[in-house]
């Protein structure tokens, strides 16, 4: 599994842009989305984690390498197109 923390995505706009960078890179990738954690995980058999990177950094987003589980944290409120 390939991990990042992406801290600027934060709605489902965002979800379906990187979804459709990633599924470019690996159309095949399962792809999970924790946005109250601001992180993405990738299943693939076919696609390098830089290659990932890249494809999030491309569609606008800055995207870390993330190591183990993922931590909750109280979701942001406003700030966001989906929280006006």
């Known amino acids: ?10 709605c489902g706009h965002c979800v379906s842009t990187i979804t459709k960078a990633l599924k470019a890179v690996d159309p095949s990738a399962e792809l999970r989305f924790d946005l109250a954690v601001h992180r993405v995980e990738i299943e ?3 696609g390098e984690a830089e290659a990932f ?5 491309a569609s606008g987003y800055s995207p870390v390498s993330a190591k183990g589980p993922a931590t909750r944290t109280p979701a942001p409120t406003g700030g966001c197109c989906c929280r006006r």
């Open 44 to 46: 693939s058999g076919d």
């Open 53 to 57: 990177l890249q494809a999030i950094e």
């Open 1 to 10: 599994m390939i991990a990042f923390e992406v801290n600027d995505m934060t």
